[in-house]
Structure formats: C-alpha cells, structure tokens
C-alpha cells in the first residue's frame, strides 16, 4: 500500500475511542497534530478559531462534570477544546485601526468561525489517528458552555463549538455502519425523503444488527429509533442567549 | 515513510487549487471520496449533511454567477455543495411517529448540521488530495442562497453550507503561511491578544512576503490588513433572514 491509497485507508478506519491507556502524549505529537490542524482551509483564511489544549487534572475533572459525566473526558491525554474565536479578529480591526465589531456580530461569521474550527478539528483527528491515537468528538462542551468559558477564561466573540479526547486507545471497539451512498449523495440536484425513506429503511435493518451486537446498547437498536430518541427532548436551548453573552449576537 | 507518518506529510502538503485540467474525474474515485466523507464523526450519529455534486454544465455556469463569478467553480470536474440537513432527521421523526420539529428548529441543531457538514467535507479533501486532486472550498455559495437552494432543488430545513470544487490541478501555488502556533494553540486557559499580539505582528511579517511574492496579490499584504479589509464591509447579512425561510428559524 502506498501512503495515497494508505490515506483513504486510515480515513476509513475511523471510530471512536472511549476508552484510553493511563499514557500522556508527548509534546511533540501534540505539535504535530496543531501543525496539522492549521493547514485546514479557513474561510478568507481568517483562520478564526483556536484550540485550548487541557491537560490540568482538575480543569479535566471539571470538565467531565460540564459535558455530561462522560469519563473518557478526563481519562484521555488531552482534551483539545476547539473554540470558534472572532476576537483575533477584533484585535486585527484594532491593529489596523478600524472598528469591523458590526460585521463580527453577524451570523455569517459566527459561521465562518464554526466552519473554520470544525475543518481544523477534522485534520487533528486524522493526524492523531494516524499517530496511533483515539478520539472522541464532545458534543457535550455545550451542555454548561458559560462555565466553560469561564474555566478556560474564554474571553467575549470566543465559544467552544465542541471538545475532542486525544489518547492513546484501550479498546477496539467495532466500526458503525454509515447511512448509504445514495441516501446522502445526489448528482446534480438534492433527493427528498419522499424518494431516499427505503434506504433508511435499510439502514435500519442494517444497524438494529449492529447495535443489538454492541456491548451496553439499549434499544431502540435502530437508527430512525435512536436519533429520534435522542432528539425529541429539548436539547441545549440555552445556545442562543449564551452565544449572545458571549459576544456572538447573531444579527 | 510509511503510511502513518505518511497521512501527517499529506496533511501539511494542502494547498487550495484554482486552476484544473479539463479532465473529469472518473466515478471510483467519487465514490471513495464521498464514503471518506461518511467516515467522520458526526454528532451522536445523526449524519446530518447532504452532499450534491453537480457537473451539470448549465447548472455549473449557474453556480460559477451565484458564487462571485470564480471560474474554477465552472472547470472543476465536481462542485460539491455540502448541505447541513436536517431534513432526514425531520423524516425519521415522521417513521418513528414522533414530532420532532421543535427541536429541529433550534440554533442546537443547525448548530449541529453545520459541524457534521464540516467535518465531512474535510475528509473528502483530504481523500481527493490523496488521489492527486486538488480542491478549493467555496464560501461564496452564500452569496446567493436562495437561488442556490432553488437551483438544486434542496428542501426546507437543508441549507448550502459551503462548495467544494474538486479536480485534476492545473498549477502547483506555493503553500500559504499559517499564523504561529502561539497564537491560536493555548495550554489549559485562553490567551487574549493583550498577550498573543506579538505573534500577529511576527505573522504579518511572514505573510508580507508571502503575498509580495504571490502573483496578483494586490495590497495589502500583511495579514491583519487583508483580513480587516476583507470584512469590514458588511457581508451576506442576508444569512439569517435566508435561513429563517429556508427552515432555521434558530430559536
């Protein structure tokens, strides 16, 4: 295997690990993964986001109280928090001595940013997978965001879009079967549901086998089941009035 | 170099492509791309993107006057539109016979779709660039959303996020510095630009000459002053009136 073919290889060897050895990455990885991050595209090349790497016990204990009780939070080498950040950008407008705050405050670049942290994000995850690391993405940084700022001193036009738990795995766990090509590929123009519900329906079938064999999975074990389950509560409505205390008004 | 080390190498080699050769690039290789694409992570498994590639001539000469006349979006082989979608989760709700839409209208789950779109586009970068193809991300897809909406025919509740044109390179542009890593990785807590500043101004200096050498870089060429320039005018503040009608009221 060449290392091109090797690259779509490792892409597809992707899943996420929950459960990592008692083993500090070393610095120089962690420069590599940053490194890697960087050289994602960014919109404009504003490259408006940043990354708080925690490694402190008890920012990571914290941490794993703020994003759900999930453990691996503080049990991984480094939790990479990856925060959408207009403040650079701020500075820059006060640098060059002209106020863009009115532009700042828009929902395209609260976009912008969120787009910019996601891209990098993604590029950190290949290069510690390929470094022989796990992740986890965390969702949950935005169950309590507010603290979270507060813990990591984020300052105003700067959030935390999600976390990602770096270490070395403790387990291997299966890979999760992904929706079919054809129900989120289209050529040329966009396909309903009206056309694409039976390779949902396949789907289903496909991880109702799936779940029912993962350890600690509770039904429903099907896919439309389990996300409707997840989301037909109300989840994180605070994000608009938080978001606006922190500098992101969305106008 | 083996593959692993191999996957940090094609990471560092990115650079965006705006010149392509008039050579389409041949289904496999779509395929491999897109199934890259599914492989990232999504937030708690809802694959809440879309993914509709055009190569329609009559539609690509649309969307090269929809995205800010950019001729690579008309000679790319494949202009990828990456959608957040949250219309198949609206879908699964309705098989389930569960209304989920009051959730589905949340600034949360756009907020979601967003992310899941981002990092499924950045494998497919990355997958494409590991088959000799070069890429570019199109923001200007934004420009004109509605009309983009209309042209691909994307239901309520599915939004362009942003275009990917992918095809074979037909110029090999010198790689654009990134911002020090002092500025935008931090340990444990935040650093304001009260302190970070510095390293701005190191950068426009890196840059200066990056852009000084760049053919057709007008000034200016530092990077604090092209930033600012570029967004102190006021831009796409249609973004949040479009998504309210196009099924994102972000409540």
Known sequence: MNWQSGVIAHLNNHRSIRKFQDKKVDEESIRQIIRSAQMAS?????????????????KKAELVKLTGDQPFV?????FLVFCADLHRLEAAGRIEGVDIGDNLDTLELFLVATVDASLAAQNAAIAAESLGLGI????????HPAEVCRLLKLPSR??????????????????????PMEAIYFENEYQTTAVTEPYLHAYNATTEVYYRERTKAVA????????VNYFKGEKRDHMKSFLKMQGFPLE
């Not at 503080?74 to 480094?78: K, N």
């Not at 700067?158 to 929706?179: A, D, E, M, S, W």
Request: proline share 10%; hydrophobic share 25%.
């Open 42 to 58: 960014s919109s404009n090349h504003a490259q408006a986001y940043s990354i708080v790497g925690v490694t402190d016990p008890d």
């Open 74 to 78: 503080g049990t991984c080498s480094h």
């Open 136 to 143: 986890v993405y965390i969702g949950g940084i935005r169950n």
């Open 158 to 179: 700067v959030y935390p879009v999600f976390g990602l738990c770096i270490g070395y795995p403790n387990h291997n766990p299966t890979q999760k079967p992904r929706l």
């Open 220 to 227: 429903p074990y099907h896919w439309t089941g389990r996300i």
